[in-house]
């Protein structure tokens, strides 16, 4: 073999090796639904399982691996790293108020933690789980 394509086929690895870097550092950014069309907004629930939802609840996506949100009675937040379409919750915690709708917000709170998907198109987001339930929410604006 020639040693100019002896020297070729050492240096194409040293030429690559910045394109992976590139890319590899791309995909270390936000996987989490927040990236994906859902942050930014504030997502009202409108039906659960095809039913409407009477209350007021929302979910917001606050930062990267964040959710936050306003139930029929109080405020909470909890942690949702899987990546886009997989939707989870760890660590949910809420405020304390009683309130009138307090079964309603043990409903929804307790809808959203079984969710496992995610879809976001536009101004609706959909949360569904393997069982057939379904959450869906419209944003404000």
Request: proline share 7%; hydrophobic share 40%; aromatic share 8%.
């Amino acid at each position: 073999m020639p040693v100019s394509h002896f020297t070729t086929l050492i240096s194409w690895p040293a030429r690559l090796a910045p394109v992976l870097l590139v890319a590899l550092t791309a995909c270390a950014g936000d996987e989490t639904l927040s990236a994906y069309g859902a942050a930014g907004k504030t997502w009202r629930l409108s039906q659960i399982d095809g039913a409407p939802f009477s209350a007021a609840a929302t979910l917001e996506f606050p930062a990267p691996g964040k959710i936050a949100g306003q139930a029929p009675c109080n405020a909470y937040r909890a942690e949702s790293t899987a990546p886009y379409p997989w939707f989870d919750t760890t660590g949910l915690s809420s405020t304390r108020k009683v309130c009138p709708e307090l079964l309603e917000e043990t409903r929804f709170l307790e809808a959203l933690q079984t969710m496992g998907e995610a879809e976001v198109t536009g101004d609706v987001l959909i949360l569904r789980n393997g069982s057939g339930r379904e959450m869906l929410f419209r944003a404000d604006g």
